[in-house]
């Protein structure tokens, strides 16, 4: 067994590794990272994930959910520390397994991965606690500098290959007739169908997509997914969607930037460097979907947040049907928005050991069905000129989304390990 | 459960104790954070957007067991009180730099929806007349004092429980929190409900309503206490102490002697 294995195997039992281990792996972990671009190219299948936030154990329900690594080709969108009480092994376990498995498993930068938030946000203060000094803290912050700020999913199937799992209620199950593509899926941990969402075929033009009320598509999601199975999370925010061809689907952990209008941009920045308090960078790490018109400045005087003209107006000139995202929690585990032209996915049950939230982790399947399509989605494919016009993005074709296949679940009973007990202690308070 | 003749009940997040002498009755119910559509609904209601953890279902109660007066602590309540406009605004300590740093960009539009984003909120209750008379009516701690000698001695606590209301991280530029903690002792009960804000580089702030009650009469005093305190001098007093600053920062207990007291005002209601 190599000492990588042994670190692993270690870790994996949610135990700290020595600090001169750690210096070593990170050290390592840089000199792979520094080989990738800041927007790293992912082949479908692929599972992408939101925040940890140093929740090990529901890291490992994640893992035993999804499948482990090197079986599941893994991407998580960052914010792996700070909050829960084990941000180092969380972090330092994904990094092992990203240098011992590299093209298994993608890492890229959240907002937390940063020296300034870090030392607010508890990982300053857990390195500190288990090493007594702060250098591994400080090695980790390194690794943080190399962590890509993106990845391109290409290849992504357009419908989801059919399951054998049964139906969490059988009065849900919906029957997949011949010609059917299923478009969603929600499975809870057991692996049982939750809902299921077939794509609409008749919708092939995509000027219906400028009216959607009347759009069938919209209908559609009336069907069972309001309903889950209690404590599924079920989520009524995955709707069908419609159009044609297929297209590349971006991650980044928070969103877009007014600074980027391709993802060739996004390749030009320099990021080998602590987050920036603004630019580029910054809001590609810290930026929300909103339901508004444009670009907006949030209330608080620093962070945009864009509207759903912005994300269509992104995806078409890039060739894009989705972009996926973390950074806000959401109580379901995952929210699609925009006319599923944008997901956000949020991988820590229970945050913070007490929000009671579903986790959600999203697979996107292969397309095996042609193997010569996977357009390279470069951004520099200039199809819509000065697109950037709100009036033009009613018109503007919709690439047709992946297939989407969501799996819930819940806490892990053993984080709750070390926790302040859930009945909080009597206290003589004033 | 007549432990020390204090009726105890549990049921579907929700537990309540009864004062031994069948007067007062505290219940305090706690549930998951909401769900996208209940959430959309309150936004819709409340013209603001809610803050990131949303206990919407929690509540804290102090009922008039005779009368079904009583004092409810709710979220939805605590953020009506909440700012929605632009007045007393705050703005994120790196608020300036971006400023400069965007004024050219004329593609970003105004400022989205302006409203105090910390969710500061001077939330005192949500008061519930059932049959009883009379109101709040304006006192004095000297007149209606929160006997803290007497809540200092070691009373057994017959039940005690701490409920989140709201939380948000104001996109990590530090925390806002709404949260309720009560003791129930043989004699008397307390009820805290604390807001405290941290914006990190510009402001500490907390915001407490006490609510007193001694189970043999039939007055509830409360006090409200609004302190506040630069982050900067905070920090310095923290240094001072040598206290471990992050870890203090994070704590409301020990920022509060910290801070300058900027509102205090008691009231009592007597119920009948």
């Known amino acids: 067994m190599s000492d990588l294995d042994k670190a692993i195997a270690q870790l994996r039992a949610c135990r700290p590794i020595p600090e001169i281990q750690v210096r070593e792996l990170c050290y390592k972990a840089r000199e792979l990272l520094i080989e990738e671009g800041n927007v790293v190219t992912v082949d479908a299948p692929v599972t992408i994930c939101g925040d940890i936030h140093g929740q090990f154990h529901d890291l490992m329900e994640l893992f035993r959910v999804g499948g482990d690594v090197p079986d599941t080709n893994y991407l998580f969108m960052g914010d792996f520390v700070d909050r829960g009480f084990y941000s180092l092994e969380s972090f330092l376990l994904l990094l092992c397994l990203k240098v011992r498995y590299p093209d298994r498993i993608t890492l890229i930068r959240g907002n937390h991965e940063s020296r300034q938030i870090t030392t607010v946000y508890g990982f300053y203060d857990e390195c500190l606690r288990k090493y007594g000094s702060a250098n591994v803290w400080r090695y980790c912050c390194e690794v943080f500098d190399y962590l890509a700020l993106g990845a391109l999913v290409i290849g992504a199937a357009t419908e989801l290959e059919p399951t054998d799992a049964p139906f969490a209620d059988p009065s849900h199950a919906t029957t997949v007739s011949e010609g059917d593509e299923v478009e969603v899926e929600l499975l809870n941990s057991a692996g049982h169908i939750v809902t299921r969402h077939v794509r609409d075929r008749y919708i092939g033009q995509s000027s219906q997509l400028s009216n959607p009320p009347s759009s069938p598509s919209q209908t559609r999601e009336q069907t069972p997914s309001r309903n889950g199975a209690p404590g599924t999370g079920a989520t009524g925010s995955s709707h069908g969607s419609s159009g044609n061809g297929g297209g590349a689907v971006l991650c980044v952990h928070g969103g877009l930037s007014p600074l980027i209008d391709s993802i060739d941009k996004i390749r030009l920045l320099d990021r080998k460097q602590e987050v920036p308090h603004e630019g580029a960078m910054c809001d590609l790490l810290w930026s929300d979907p909103d339901e508004i018109e444009g670009w907006g400045l949030s209330p608080r005087g620093a962070g945009f947040l864009f509207g759903a003209d912005i994300v269509k107006c992104f995806n078409h000139k890039n060739d894009l049907s989705l972009i996926c995202r973390a950074h806000q929690l959401v109580m379901e585990g995952f929210k699609e928005m925009f006319q599923n032209t944008i997901v956000t996915v949020w991988s820590a049950p229970n945050y913070c050991y007490r929000c009671g939230n579903i986790a959600a982790i999203l697979e996107l399947g292969e397309d095996g069905s042609n193997a010569g399509y996977a357009p390279r989605s470069n951004g520099d494919v200039e199809r819509s000129h000065g697109a950037s016009n709100g009036v033009l993005t009613e018109r503007m074709d919709k690439l047709k989304g992946p297939g989407r296949r969501y799996r819930v679940f819940e806490a892990a009973p053993q984080d709750s390990r070390g926790m302040p007990a859930k009945k909080p202690v009597a206290d003589y308070f004033l | ?272």
């Open chain 2, 1 to 272: 459960m007549a432990a020390n003749g204090v009726e105890t009940t549990k049921a579907g997040g929700t537990q309540g104790t009864t004062s031994r002498n069948g007067a007062w009755n505290v219940t305090t119910r706690k549930q998951p954070i909401l769900k996208a559509e209940p959430i959309e609904a309150l936004s819709n209601e409340l013209g603001i957007p809610i803050p990131e953890m949303i206990f919407g279902d929690n509540i804290v109660s102090l009922t008039h067991i005779k009368t079904g007066w009583s004092l409810e602590f709710n979220a939805r309540d605590a953020l009506d009180k909440v700012s929605k406009t632009e007045e007393g605004m705050l703005q994120v300590a790196v608020a300036e730099q971006w400023k400069k740093e965007r004024s050219h960009q004329d593609e970003v539009k105004q400022v989205v929806k302006p409203f105090d984003w910390s969710y500061s909120t001077d939330y005192k209750g949500s008061t519930h007349p059932g049959e009883a008379l009379g109101a709040w009516e304006q006192t004095t701690q000297e007149r209606f004092p929160i006997r803290t000698d007497l809540l200092s001695r070691p009373d057994p606590i017959l039940f005690f429980d701490t409920v989140d209301l709201y939380e948000d991280e104001l996109a990590d530029n530090g925390i806002a929190l709404l949260s309720v903690k009560l003791r129930v002792m043989p004699e008397r009960l307390l009820i805290l409900s604390r807001f405290f804000l941290r914006l990190d580089g510009v402001i500490v702030r907390i915001r407490d309503t006490r609510v007193y009650v001694e189970h043999a009469t039939n007055k509830v005093i409360r006090q409200y206490t609004a302190k506040e305190g630069s982050y900067d001098h905070v920090q310095e007093k923290l240094r001072q102490m040598r206290e471990n600053v992050p870890e203090a920062f994070r704590d409301a207990n020990k920022l509060a002697p910290l801070l300058k007291t900027v509102e205090d005002m008691t009231d009592v209601f007597e119920v009948h």
